[in-house]
Nanobody, 115 residues
């Protein structure tokens, strides 16, 4: 399986970004997906998760109400809409896919929030 993220960039506080993750090589609709983020010297943390069945979602407390995870099964694409960005959202963002018995990661896309 392969995951390719895009959409990161440098923005100011309060701005929005939408990250995308295009998947290939496994049944997209049957996989749960998550977005993680990591800053230097810290552990990778889960930001948002969307399940395969029913599409229910979970969010880290730090992003609830600001970030929205979604999926387009027809396009094999996962999204993360990030609104009201804060400097503490600065990190490398990774897409993670969990089809049955496997665990795939993308290469990451950098998000920098600074005035």
């Amino acid at each position: 399986g392969q995951l390719v993220e895009s959409g990161g960039g440098s923005v100011q506080p309060g701005d929005s970004l939408r990250l995308s993750c295009v998947a290939a090589g496994f049944p997209f609709s049957g996989a749960a997906f998550s977005w993680y983020r990591q800053t230097p010297g810290k552990e990778r943390e889960s930001v948002a998760t969307i399940r395969s069945t029913g599409g229910s979602t979970d969010y880290a407390d730090s992003v609830k109400g600001r970030f929205t995870i979604s999926r387009d099964n027809a396009k094999n694409t996962l999204y993360l809409q990030m609104n009201s960005l804060k400097p503490e959202d600065t990190a490398m963002y990774y897409c993670n896919a969990r089809p049955i018995l496997y665990d795939y990661w993308g290469q990451g896309t950098q998000v920098t929030v600074s005035s």
